[in-house]
């Protein structure tokens, strides 16, 4: 068994989006109560959340959109920039909390105090451009971790995995000219889904070319067309760019139960995704991997695939 | 909506006698494919497309030393002789629906646009007609497209806007497709929203079928 890292604060409950909206303290709450209940949380080694230094912040966005966040919190809104952005006082500081919650699970896995870790954090981030909120993420959590991988801790080559059913449309922009970290991420096909970008034709921009992959999947599709697109797309693009650290932007809202999508992954089609990612990371990175929260909407589902997936990290499956 | 809203005011012309050569210059360096042709107080006489002048132009399977020969025969000849005169034209209170149809029927890729008068006021190209359309639609904006198949009943569409309506969502357009099945419809609502959870759900509840678009589309296909 690995010795696998847990982020997990009652601060992110903090983030109140008004008791309709589907990125819900709740879908915290249940992740936890089932990792109690069930013995896994005992069996991993709890890592305390800081609020985030802004400077790491300020490495991917904007100080301007950092400060007009600030102030729709301040001045008390209940969204920020578009409806969906559902935000409370407290936003703004979990945000900081989110962020700091990754950054300490990278410091722990640097230090190797953990082989690898999980932070259920929220908000999430995959969305969240340099300087626009976008579907319910505020601070590209992921993003941040990258640079500071790069910044703090010296890595070079830093691979994202995002197989949030949504693409990420944030963290793609955010390096899509940067050949230091590729970005690989497999969702649900723009022409049906949010954000509508994600096409397998975007695959970076100038010295970033190659350094992008998407994979979308259309909808009605699940295990086999992840299968084949995950050994086609992504196996030989990691096995190529070797990185020394691998960070997840782990959604679990393509699973066939949730309805914010409309692919059809089942349970074991996560457990394939997370161990595909595991090969990947003990081959090439070390075994290094922080693997963070994205979305996950079914309440009753998404708990199973979390603790599914943090069996898989731990190797306790 | 309107055709004077969409059109390109910016406009670049000439008069018809220019040479042929002179007009190839034009529309290769300012990178158009339509130059309207304008008499001396801004009436509109012609069009000349770059196939006009491609048509012109000497075989580039002659010989280095005939092309430019039969080049040189050619280019000095004025522009009015190969322009479209009275081209099909338009006007600035047009909808870009109704541009979009005449350019389907005539097959044109470029509509001038004039006045009562006839001077020269825009002209409208399938560059400007894309355009308007993805931006009518809403379609470079982050949404999500549903597909809902509904009986062929009046007051459906009222039933799918209001749930829209009440989960606070902004329509960015909605698409129907008339010949799903005999008695079936396929509404195509485009929300700009991550948030779809909550209106698939009352959906649901109301009796709609929403299917995968992918359904739709595989029943498109010819069967062989």
């Given at each position: 068994m690995k010795r696998t890292g847990f982020v997990y604060d009652e601060k992110y409950l903090l983030h109140d989006t008004g008791g309709y909206h589907p990125e819900s303290p709740e879908r915290l709450a249940v992740i936890h109560t089932r990792l109690a209940e069930s013995g896994v949380l005992d069996k991993l080694t709890r890592i305390v959340a800081e609020r985030a230094n802004q400077r790491w912040i300020e490495a991917v966005h904007s100080i301007r959109y950092i400060t007009r966040f600030d102030e729709a919190c301040l001045y008390g809104l209940n969204e920020f920039e578009h409806a969906d952005n559902a935000i409370c006082r407290e936003t703004f500081d979990v945000a900081f909390y989110a962020v700091g919650g990754v950054l300490k699970a990278i410091d722990a896995v640097m230090k190797g105090e953990v082989d690898n870790a999980f932070c259920a954090v929220r908000p999430p981030g995959h969305h969240a451009e340099m300087d626009k909120p976008m579907g319910f993420c505020y601070f590209n959590n992921v993003a941040i971790g990258a640079r500071y991988l790069q910044k703090e801790h010296g890595i070079e080559r830093v691979g994202i995995i995002d197989f949030d059913v949504h693409h990420g449309n944030g963290t793609q922009h955010i390096f899509d000219r940067d050949p230091t970290v590729m970005y690989y991420s497999i969702h649900e096909h723009p022409s049906f889904a949010y954000p509508g970008t994600g096409r397998d034709f975007e695959s970076g921009i100038g010295e970033g070319e190659g350094y992008t992959i998407n994979s979308p999947v259309l909808p009605g599709r699940g295990d086999e067309e992840y299968r084949r697109l995950i050994m086609q797309d992504m196996v030989p693009a990691f096995k190529k760019f070797q990185p020394e650290f691998i960070l997840l932007s782990a959604g679990?809202?393509?699973?066939?139960?949730?309805?914010?999508?409309?692919t059809n992954l089942t349970t074991d089609g996560y457990d394939f995704i997370s161990e595909v990612v595991m090969n990947l990371v003990n081959r090439f990175a070390g075994g290094r991997v922080v693997s963070v929260l994205e979305g996950g909407y079914n309440l009753e589902v998404l708990p199973l695939l979390v603790e599914n997936h943090i069996k898989i990290l731990a190797d306790m499956k | 909506m309107f055709v004077s809203g969409r059109m390109s005011k910016d406009l670049i012309t000439a008069g018809p006698d220019i040479t042929i050569f002179e007009a190839k210059k034009i529309m290769t360096e300012k990178n158009i494919r339509h130059l309207p042709i304008i008499d001396a107080a801004g009436k509109l006489i012609g069009i000349v497309t770059d196939r006009d002048v491609r048509d012109a132009m000497?075989?580039?399977?002659?010989?280095k030393a005939d092309y430019e020969l039969t080049l040189a025969k050619i280019m000095n000849f004025p522009v009015s002789d190969i322009m479209t005169r009275n081209p099909l034209t338009i006007y600035a209170y047009y909808t870009i629906q109704d541009s979009l149809l005449v350019m389907q029927q005539k097959k044109v890729g470029a509509l001038p646009v004039i006045d009562e008068e006839g001077y020269l006021k825009g002209i409208l190209s399938t560059r400007d007609l894309i355009n308007a359309f993805v931006n009518i639609m809403n379609i470079d904006e982050p949404g999500t497209l549903l597909c809902i198949v509904v009986k062929e009943q009046q007051g459906q569409m009222k039933k799918i806007v209001d749930i829209v309506t009440e989960e606070k969502i902004s329509l960015g357009s909605v698409l129907v497709?008339?010949?799903?099945d005999e008695e079936k419809r396929a509404i195509f609502p485009y929300l700009l929203t991550n948030n779809v959870i909550n209106v698939k759900k009352k959906l649901l509840d109301m009796g709609f079928e929403i299917i995968d678009p992918m359904k739709w589309y595989l029943d498109q296909l010819p069967k062989k």
């Open positions: 679990f809202d393509a699973h066939v139960s949730d309805l914010m999508s409309g | 000497p075989s580039t399977l002659l010989k497709a008339r010949f799903w």
